[in-house]
């Protein structure tokens, strides 16, 4: 089955520290991993997706298809980096552009 | 740019009470979705139309039932409310496989 897992609820960091919130999927086939963020009394929005390859807001993410892994990380937080990360996944098989969500992990920079 | 809207934004109801959740997107996406996000759960997805005049059940869709009144539209009804339906509710919108989803500002109900 399909599964995103993000392990962290919370993470708390001080800002200018390393961030890199975890996420894990569970998937046979070639994945579309994204990340949302979503911001205090903010609708969900995209931040990333790694077909993209792209950096926003300074976050990366790369895709380990060896860890079935999709790390979101910035190399030096900001106050206003504090927010809920969703990881999602894709559902592979339709083309509804169904996604499948983790827990989804609170970042909290300190100042 | 309004994107994706939905009302209530805020709702309580009592147990067994229905209601209707209204969404509408002016994007002129095919795909239409229906999430709810519980702490520690995350977004589960309740009902979606990937097109107009269709619908198909989610992971959790039991004690809801949706409709897409058109292509800008689509509701989720809830017939008899359950406090273990409080939640916040999210409707999304994307124009088809591979695209980004769009989210509304969200919806939260209290059945008490």
């Known amino acids: 089955a399909q599964r995103v897992t993000q392990p962290e609820k919370l993470l708390s960091v001080f800002k200018g520290a390393p961030v890199e919130l975890k996420c894990n999927y569970s998937?046979?086939?070639?994945?579309?991993l994204f990340w949302y963020v979503q911001y205090s009394r903010q609708r969900l929005q995209l931040l990333l997706r790694?077909?993209s390859r792209e950096s926003i807001k300074g976050f990366t993410a790369d895709l380990n298809k060896g860890e079935t892994s999709f790390h979101l990380k910035k190399p030096f937080a900001q106050e206003e980096d504090s927010a809920m990360y969703y990881c999602?996944?894709?559902?592979?098989?339709?083309?509804?552009?169904?996604?499948?969500f983790g827990q989804g992990t609170t970042l909290q920079v300190k100042p | 740019n309004a994107g994706v809207t939905q009302t209530p934004k805020f709702q309580v109801l009592k147990t067994g009470q229905s209601m209707t959740l209204q969404c509408a997107q002016d994007?002129?996406?095919?795909?239409m979705y229906w999430y709810r996000q519980d702490p520690g759960m995350g977004l589960r997805l309740i009902y979606y139309?990937?097109?107009?005049?269709?619908?198909d059940k989610g992971e959790v869709p039991n004690g809801y039932n949706v409709s897409r009144l058109n292509k800008r539209e689509f509701s989720l009804r809830l017939e008899s409310a359950a406090p273990s339906q409080t939640s916040v509710y999210f409707c999304?919108?994307?124009?088809?496989?591979?695209?980004?989803?769009?989210f509304g500002e969200g919806s939260w109900l209290t059945v008490v």
């Open positions: 999304a919108s994307a124009s088809g496989w591979g695209n980004t989803i769009y």
């Open positions: 999602a996944l894709k559902e592979g098989s339709s083309n509804t552009g169904k996604l499948i």
């Open positions: 790694h077909i």
């Open positions: 998937y046979s086939g070639s994945p579309e």
């Open positions: 139309s990937a097109s107009e005049g269709t619908t």
């Open positions: 994007m002129n996406h095919n795909s």
